[in-house]
């Protein structure tokens, strides 16, 4: 733009180049005085510079803005002793148009002339105009920038608010002063935020007085249950009373794996403390369990819930191998966990469904493997699967290597 605008400014300029030309043809023509040659330049703000040393320095260090060729014809009447006739002298002539110390002048130059005149009107092209309107249009775009982002920054704020939520901070407040859109949004999710309060009260309250009321008649059918004469009917009625305490517990995890753990506190435990709680939950003899870990190998995890994950493993383990046994490794950064059996009949998403299984089980409500892959996503991990020659290979893998990982789905 910058180009074109002083190109067209210079383009401008020297549309007096055909003014001084013809002025300058009429003096060739009419023959007529300097005096008036310069008195018809002078109409038009024109002087000749006379003096050849300023002509000189002019001519030396001025910027040439443009030049053009022109013809100047020269008309003169010769006589004979029979008649009278007229002659016209074509001349090459070449005119340019320069610019010195911020005025402007016009060169007239042929091979016997040379007339250097001053235009006291015109001035160089300068960028100022440009600039300003430069300077005004991105100043104005810039002040509409910054009130642009004044009025995005409660949408900012709210989308920061909105992940702390989802991240589990429950006390986060959605409330904003005004009454543009945004201020809407943000009042309607702290309306909506008070609801969910309101229902998350009204479970746990739920929760905690029912489980309340089932543990009481569970540990008074306990009591009972040893009061009774019988030792076969006295252990049969206390590992049902047992089970159900089980699965109290069991469900009281689902529902925190269905609440997305907002409250688990991972810290860095020794993997084969994890084992040990595991096998100590799920109450099997530790020769049942092979271990190969470094007992130096660390996890950053929560230890109540991963251990549950971990005992959840084993009892599968145990409860699908024909030997009851279960190998426990680590391989780069993978725990595996492998049992002797048969390969599954479906794949490993049908069965992280809750109260799905191969094999009907009196031991087992199909909850199992459904809790793990809950307690690992919480932890950024995924359930895998493979097997290979008779064993069964179950695989706790970090979320980043996954695409590194080919197993069945």
Not at 101 to 119: G, H, M, Q, T
Request: aromatic letters at 10%; one cysteine or more; proline letters at 2%.
């Amino acid at each position: 733009m910058y180009q074109v605008d002083k190109a067209n400014h210079t383009k401008a300029l020297f549309m007096k180049n055909p003014i001084i030309t013809q002025i300058y043809r009429l003096h060739l023509q009419r023959r007529t005085s300097e005096a008036i040659f310069e008195a018809n330049l002078a109409v038009y703000g024109l002087g000749v510079i006379h003096d050849e040393d300023k002509k000189t320095k002019i001519l030396s260090k001025a910027d040439v803005l443009k030049r053009e060729g022109f013809q100047a014809i020269n008309e003169a009447l010769f006589f004979d002793r029979l008649h009278v006739y007229q002659q016209k002298i074509i001349k090459d002539m070449r005119s340019s148009m320069l610019s010195y110390k911020k005025e402007i002048y016009f060169y007239i130059e042929s091979a016997k002339v040379r007339i250097l005149i001053k235009d006291k009107r015109l001035k160089p092209y300068n960028s100022v105009n440009l600039i300003s309107a430069y300077v005004t249009i991105l100043s104005i775009v810039s002040l509409l920038f910054v009130m642009i982002l004044q009025r995005l920054r409660p949408l900012r704020k709210l989308r920061r608010k909105i992940a702390a939520f989802g991240a589990g901070e429950m006390d986060v407040c959605f409330a904003l002063e005004g009454e543009d859109e945004i201020a809407m949004i943000g009042n309607e999710l702290e309306h909506t935020q008070e609801k969910i309060h309101a229902l998350i009260d009204s479970r746990t309250l739920f929760l905690r007085n029912i489980m309340h009321e089932l543990k009481t008649p569970i540990a008074k059918g306990r009591i009972a249950a040893t009061m009774i004469k019988e030792e076969k009917h006295q252990q049969r009625m206390e590992t049902i009373f047992l089970r159900l305490e089980e699965l109290i517990a069991e469900f009281a995890l689902i529902e925190e794996v269905r609440a997305g753990f907002g409250h688990i506190e991972k810290k860095e435990y020794r993997l084969i403390d994890l084992i040990d709680g595991a096998i100590d939950m799920a109450m099997v003899d530790y020769d049942s369990v092979w271990v190969e870990i470094d007992s130096a190998y660390k996890i950053k995890v929560d230890y109540r819930i991963f251990v549950t994950a971990i005992k959840n493993m084993i009892d599968n383990a145990m409860k699908y191998s024909p030997n009851h046994q279960v190998k426990i490794s680590v391989k780069d950064e993978e725990i595996i966990f492998e049992n002797a059996g048969e390969k599954l009949k479906n794949p490993l998403s049908y069965y992280v469904e809750p109260f799905t299984k191969d094999k009907p089980s009196k031991d087992s409500f199909g909850l199992g493997l459904y809790l793990v892959e809950a307690i690992l996503k919480a932890h950024g991990m995924l359930l895998a699967y493979e097997y290979d020659d008779g064993v069964n290979k179950f695989i706790f893998v970090p979320m980043q290597k996954l695409k590194f990982l080919k197993v069945q789905p």
